[in-house]
């Protein structure tokens, strides 16, 4: 990333000091590194096409130790004059397989020999003899010391008094204690914050300043959408509050800084923060998201942003194999204050316009929101920059222009905290239930107005704002009053998470239900083109038509869509 040298100031201009190690022991798995599995035959090439200086990359003797330590000596100096990084292919051998089932077949018995023959332990041994500075007696110790070293650790690392594993039957739960840390911090280090003004000299925070921070005026009429303080501006506030509090606090993705931001979230803080802090990184949401976990091991707080959900399987195992691991793996001792945020799209065609929500809330070890208010955004994303855990932060494109409709006061100018895992009521009902996440609240009130004008059905429709954690309570107490349940997103209906809160509340009312919860999502097909998206996205009269067929009949109700038995049946063997 050429910033670091061009862009960046002061202390912070200058290459990574980072050395690359590669310990090519010319095997991966049962595959050879050369002219197998790879496309080069020297790993120390990759670094010609990186930067001007080729990484400075070189190759080196693994099995002579004064090699690797001249090469360290060398190297380290490099990085000291702020040239970094460094590439270092260090040549060496694997001698066994790689696992206890890996016979090596793939290789011959001669090939090991070969390599045996040359080993640098007892070929180093011979120079030092030749050399006078060892006898052989005194290698024969150091070898003898370190098998018993060995056998001791191993011996400790097996013995249940020593070394004991979790009582979960004394301690069930200790596991999942130790998940989350749950932990409320301003700021992960105690230093001066590095900023370019004080906030209040901010434009956008003077221009967010003049907005209407409640949608309607005293006469119920909606204010224009230019003078409305919107969601995205929820937010910015949250996020550069979060800035000028916590030193340690950088954000980055593609086109994070000048162009303000994936949906201009972040327009303001370019002039705010300095290039250290909120910077753009190259299209490779595996480094983005990799890099982020790495740093919060490091004891900092990070907001990755990768603009589109449909790109959370190009950071596939760092979002749901890393980052939810290591805070629990490390015994709760690492934190993992991470908010990656994930705008969740439409108009822009099968591969960006997909809501995998259900996807990230399906890993353990991530908490997972989804406001669809300026007031939830900004109270939800306080909280989530406030905690020390890892959070999957879903924004939908469909309303980040809207302003507050809900919570009466407006959205606060000051700093508050929405607790994750509490769903709202939007909107008070006593006939039927529906629970949405994300934009579909907006289609779900649309409906709920429609059931109480044309068919005299009172409908409390309940925003869940996140999904992981989540409080069912509520959920019951408006099922005693209503008897049922829809619940409605943007996920494709199969597999949603939707589904798992059907179950789950079956189970917990079921003498409360007057009728299965309904469960209307998108269909199960590639995202059509914009023109065509009425007939993929959950809308109003879906949730009609579903409510009128699977829960109560709604009176002259003309259904359009079918949602009988036999159409779910049909579905389902079609795979769509």
Known sequence: MDQFQQLWEGAYKGGLPIIFNIMNNQYGMGGQTCGETMGYDMAARIGAGVNRDGLHAERVDGYNPLAVIDAYKRKMKVLKEKKGPVLLDVLTYRYSGHSPSDASSYRSKEEIEAWEAQDCIASYGKELIKAGIAQ?????????????????????????DVSPRMDLVKHPELIGDMMFSNESMDKMEDRKVEVNHPMEENPRVQQIAKKERFAFDKDGKPFSKIKQYQLRDGLFEAIIDRFYKDPTLVAYGEENRDWGGAFAVYRGLTEALPYQRLFNSPISEASIIGTSIGYAMCGGRVIPEIMYCDFLGRCGDEVFNQLPKWQAMSGNVIKMPVVIRVSVGSKYGAQHSQDWSSLVAHIPGLKVCFPATPYDAKGLMNTALQGTDPVVFFESQRIYDVGEQFHQGGVPETYYEIP???????????????????????????????????????????????????DFEPIIASLKKTGRILLTSDANERGSFL???????TELAFDELDAPPVVVGSRNWITPAYELEEFFFPCKEWMLDAIHEKMVPLKGHV???????????RRGKLGV
């Open 136 to 160: 052989q007696e005194e290698l024969n110790a150091i070898e003898f010391d370190i098998v018993e070293l060995m056998k001791y650790s191993m011996t400790l690392a097996i013995d249940e």
């Open 420 to 470: 994750l895992g509490e769903p709202d009521v939007k909107k008070k009902g006593d006939d039927v239930t529906i629970l949405s996440v994300g934009a579909t609240l907006y289609r779900a009130l649309e409906a709920a107005h429609e059931l109480e004008e044309k068919y005299g059905m009172s409908a409390e429709v309940i925003d869940a704002r996140t999904i992981v954690p989540f």
């Open 499 to 505: 589904k798992d809160m059907a179950q789950k509340i």
């Open 559 to 569: 259904v359009k869509n079918n949602f009988t038995n036999a159409e779910m049946i």
